[in-house]
């Protein structure tokens, strides 16, 4: 009995870790599945697509200066048929991390 009961504990610990782990990854893999073959890999936009629409980097004045508010409210008009409300907040939380 205590043996069913630490293993229920375990599968439990385990299961939060790995839902932490996803929702830390789950930006990432969103980004690079809809945004990298335009915005690139690294943010800077030095791909075929987004040298010839003009994507500003995301290093540049204007997307270091946006709000999250602003950067979710762009992504939302852009993919909002195609992303969940936090998907893009969790891209527009990875988005940051390349600004850094």
Known sequence: MIFC???AAAL???A???GSAFAQTSGAD???AK???CHGADGRAN?????????PPLKAPE???AS???LIAFTKYTYGDKLTGAQITEVVRYIRTLQK
């Open 63 to 65: 997307m270091m200066n």
């Open 30 to 32: 969103v980004y690079k």
């Open 5 to 7: 009961i630490r293993g």
């Open 47 to 55: 791909t075929p697509v987004g040298k010839s629409q003009k994507i």
């Open 16 to 18: 939060c870790i790995g």
């Open 68 to 70: 999250d508010a602003q």
């Open 35 to 37: 945004c990298a073959m």
């Open 12 to 14: 439990l610990l385990a």
